[in-house]
T-cell receptor, first 115, second 111 residues
Framework: GAVVSQHPSRVICKSGTSVKIECRSL??????MFWYRQFPKQSLMLMAT?????????EQGVEKDKFLINHASLTLSTLTVTSAHPEDSSFYIC???????????FGPGTRLLVL | EDQVTQSPEALRLQEGESSSLNCSYT??????LFWYRQDPGKGPEFLFT???AGEEKEKERLKATLTKKESFLHITAPKPEDSATYLC????????????FGGGTRVLVKP
């Protein structure tokens, strides 16, 4: 149990385009979902927290107009990187937390490369 | 300021050579400490949660312990498949459901 999927697993896009990443909890309802960013050989940095049906809460320094988060249902959250630039290239990981669960469960990550 | 520090940053072990990873924390209001394993190009995989000083948990060759200032992840007689990055994270009472991660320890076990 507690499986989280992400799609796509890898995406390459041109500078200036927008990219949408989906995060789904497959076998539980996620009251809260989190989006992280991870650079090579570094740890996870929390970007934002989203609760179903509410606006996301962004961490300090994360541009909410650039990283649009939608948590429309208890099993789906999306992260849209708008007007992507090469510096947005990174590994993006989502996690989901269900009612009564002791820990967040992580997706497999999405590798974004902006050319 | 809340801080989570992991050491060493990297660890090279021979197969069978037991060792310990450290996660030290200076935080206010700890609700829980988590250990995760992360393989290259993948998301973290949950290993353990520890809630109070003196608590210990085991899973196969891994054993996690917790004191008031730090946690240790002991790897007993590691195998090459234990090679991964091990992350610790703290859950603070004042932080809702957010986790604060340490920098991780990259473990390489050579056959």
């Amino acid at each position: 149990g507690a499986v989280v999927s992400q799609h796509p697993s890898r995406v390459i896009c041109k500078s200036g385009t927008s990219v949408k990443i989906e995060c789904r909890s497959l076998d539980f309802q996620a009251t809260t979902m989190f989006w992280y960013r991870q650079f090579p050989k570094q740890s996870l940095m929390l970007m934002a927290t989203s609760n179903e049906g509410s606006k996301a809460t962004y961490e300090q320094g994360v541009e909410k107009d650039k990283f649009l988060i939608n948590h429309a249902s208890l099993t789906l959250s999306t992260l849209t990187v708008t007007s992507a630039h090469p510096e947005d290239s990174s590994f993006y990981i989502c996690s989901a937390l269900g009612q009564g669960q002791e820990t967040q469960y992580f997706g497999p990550g999405t590798r974004l490369l902006v050319l | 300021e809340d801080q989570v520090t992991q050491s060493p940053e990297a660890l090279r072990l021979q197969e069978g050579e037991s060792s310990s990873l450290n996660c030290s924390y200076t935080v206010s209001g700890l609700r829980g400490l988590f250990w995760y394993r992360q393989d290259p190009g993948k998301g973290p995989e949950f290993l353990f949660t520890l809630y109070s000083a003196g608590e210990e948990k085991e899973k196969e060759r891994l054993k996690a312990t917790l004191t008031k200032k730090e946690s240790f992840l002991h790897i007993t007689a590691p195998k090459p498949e234990d090679s991964a990055t091990y992350l610790c994270a703290v859950h603070l009472r004042a932080a809702g459901n957010k986790l604060t991660f340490g920098g991780g320890t990259r473990v390489l076990v050579k056959p």
